[in-house]
């Protein structure tokens, strides 16, 4: 008999999204473990482990418990990297119910096919992602960390098609980071880059998970 398709997981939680261009609207999470990156930066470390091994549908029935009190149309698939295992079983199951599907990806994996929105995170150092992402990423994320460059946000910004926002995120929320979102964003129009924006992590203003 073939064994149904499993995922390693972290957390299904409801919550809203707190970064980039859907930020707050309210969302059902699934927090896919592991990470083939190791960003020192990284707020989600705790997803770096092995997680529990549950069945498509165990996770596809926990969307669907969370879904009964909470009536979101979204589901954003995190991690960890979501593209580091097979999501197309989960994928199908959560579009049969008839969510919408949003994948924060760091971009180094294919994308698949039936996500209705990827959100792509190049990393340092190489800030590499897959050539697939070009047309599919709705939005670009780069953290404005201590490493990044405004030859890295340049770079980041014409691999792109120009009706794709970059958007550059603090770190954490902190004020340096902020500020450095803010300097490469003067830099960027300086040099007569489109479409860049600065963004804040909502969720952790308002003390969400
Ligand atoms: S790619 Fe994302 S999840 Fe992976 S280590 Fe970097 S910040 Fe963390």
Not at 81 to 92: H, K, N, S, V
Request: proline fraction near 8%; include cysteine; hydrophobic fraction near 40%.
């Amino acid at each position: 008999m073939r064994r149904p398709p499993t995922l390693k997981t972290i957390e299904v939680f409801a919550s809203v999204q707190g970064e980039g261009l859907r930020q707050g609207e309210p969302t059902i999470f699934v927090r896919l473990a592991g990470c083939n990156l190791r960003c020192a930066f990284c707020d989600t470390k705790f997803a770096w482990g092995r997680g529990h091994v549950r069945t498509v549908g165990q996770i596809a029935a926990a969307v669907q418990a969370i879904w009964r009190d909470f009536p979101a149309r979204w589901v954003c698939l995190t991690g960890g990297e979501p593209l580091a295992q097979d999501i197309g079983p989960l994928l199908r199951q959560l579009r049969k119910a008839g969510l919408a599907i949003q994948v924060e990806t760091n971009g180094t994996f294919d994308p698949r096919p039936s996500a209705d929105w990827y959100t792509v995170s190049p990393k340092p150092p190489a800030y590499a992602f897959r050539p697939g992402f070009r047309k599919k990423a709705r939005e670009v994320k780069l953290i404005a960390s201590r490493g990044l460059t405004a030859e890295t946000v340049r770079a980041v910004r014409r691999a792109f098609p120009l009706s794709t926002p970059v958007i550059l995120q603090p770190q954490s929320n902190a004020p340096w980071s902020m500020r450095k979102a803010q300097r490469l964003l003067e830099q960027a129009l300086r040099e007569g880059l489109w479409n860049i924006r600065v963004s804040v992590q909502l969720h952790k203003i308002y003390g969400l998970k």
